[in-house]
């Protein structure tokens, strides 16, 4: 099996505006107002939002990608160079745990739904897989037909443009005007992260006010006397600044008198329940654990949920991309290896592993494998409880035999 041949055509057009009418730069020369509101907060400058999409990139970036063919007894695992290509070296400059990151962070967040790869070839082999920073790309308007409808889009990068087809563009949540492009979280996460920006900025803030003594030492005295620093510093070490550690305090009766306050709390200014909603409502948007991004405990149980219903979609969909765009054979296709994701104990894998063993589904080497164990060659063959039959042959059981003789015996005396 070769890898695809992925030629990049010549450019078409080459525009003036790099990165096309959609960047900061494009509206800066149509006269947009490009000016921020100090409110905002970038998505990446965010720490619930970073958490939640850098452990997301994490999981998917971990799992090895397999090459699969389809057979009549289901589908095997093949092992050529295309796979080692695609595995363990699709960019010389990143390992593939790097580039594979690089996709997943780039469509969650600074891509905005979209992530860019450009494949190059040598002699008719895929050469590299180069991905694009999103600062880079952007989406041309596509051509319409009689009826409006889009019968194919490009992709710009750098000013040049290519065809969809040229490239690899994975994307998460398809726009409803646009669906071969994606959406990212950048705008039903805005508020949310200004209430997270604004809550930490008010908790800095409190935490540094200088009005929140916790001990108030009445003097019986004349303003003159505590007006400046300099006299309320001597009154401090005349009267309570040798005390040591522990020591009690000789103050003299109806002159002074101290009194202890208790300041507020975030608790008191309900800034802490607020956070703890606006924290499960980034985790809830971006599909994770409300544990990933600080609140509450974990559970293996939601774990193994998000695996299932966040990580393994959000896979799917660039395991489809890497098919259709550099697989020739109908029969072949990529898929993640998602079972090393799973939290499972060591206990638990030698359970359902002896149990394969015990019905001559799994060998004990790959049980072995399984637990991180070296194979042991006296271990690769398959072995079968004694009365784990087929079922048409359930009446050639030896003791079933002994009993057939004995029932005949008896019928001939």
Not at 6 to 34: C, F, I, M
Not at 61 to 68: G, N
Not at 86 to 91: A, C, E, G, N, R
Not at 155 to 180: M, Q, T, Y
Request: with cysteine; aromatic share 8%.
């Amino acid at each position: 099996m070769s890898k695809k041949q992925k030629r990049a055509r010549q450019p078409t057009e080459k525009r003036s505006v790099s990165g096309g009418e959609n960047t900061l730069l494009g509206y800066w020369l149509k006269g947009e107002d490009l000016s921020l509101p100090s409110s905002y907060v970038r998505l990446s400058e965010n720490p619930e939002v970073r958490m939640a999409i850098d452990r997301i990139s994490d999981l998917i970036s971990s799992m090895t990608i397999h090459l699969m063919r389809n057979t009549d007894n289901g589908d095997i695992r093949v092992r050529n160079e295309l796979a080692k290509k695609i595995d363990i070296s699709p960019y010389s400059l990143m390992t593939r745990k790097d580039w594979m990151y690089f996709i997943v962070h780039t469509m969650l967040l600074e891509g905005d739904g979209n992530c860019i790869v450009f494949p190059t070839t040598s002699d008719g082999l895929i050469d590299e897989l180069i991905p694009i920073p999103p600062s880079a790309v952007s989406f041309p308007s596509p051509k319409q037909n009689g009826i409006g409808a889009a019968i194919g889009y490009q992709i710009s990068i750098r000013g040049r443009d290519f065809n969809h087809d040229e490239v690899l563009h994975f994307r998460i949540n398809p726009d409803p005007d646009e669906p071969w492009k994606g959406r990212g979280y950048r705008f039903i996460l805005k508020d949310i992260v200004g209430n997270l920006k604004q809550a930490a900025a008010t908790k800095k803030a409190f935490m540094g006010d200088k009005w929140r003594p916790g001990i108030i030492v009445m003097v019986d005295a004349d303003t003159s006397q505590l007006s400046n620093d300099e006299e309320r510093e001597k009154l401090i070490q005349r009267y309570i600044g040798d005390g040591k550690s522990g020591k009690p305090w000789i103050l003299p009766e109806g002159i002074i008198r101290v009194e202890t306050v208790k300041p507020l709390s975030l608790q008191d200014i309900a800034i802490h329940e607020s956070v703890q909603i606006d924290k499960r409502s980034v985790a809830a948007m971006l599909g994770v654990p409300a544990f990933f991004v600080g609140v509450g405990d974990f559970k293996k149980d939601e774990y193994n949920a998000f695996i299932q219903t966040r990580i393994l979609p959000l896979a799917k969909g660039i395991e489809q991309e890497l098919t259709r765009k550099l697989l020739y054979a109908p029969d072949m296709f990529f898929r993640f290896n998602s079972r090393s994701l799973y939290a499972y104990s060591l206990v638990d894998l030698v359970t359902a592993g002896t149990a394969l063993v015990d019905r001559n589904t799994l060998r004990r080497n790959e049980l072995r494998d399984w637990i991180g164990m070296s194979p042991d060659p006296e271990m690769n063959e398959l072995i079968v409880l004694e009365n784990y039959i087929p079922a048409d042959l359930l009446g050639e059981q030896n003791k079933l035999k002994d009993i057939k003789k004995a029932l005949e015996g008896g019928e001939g005396n």
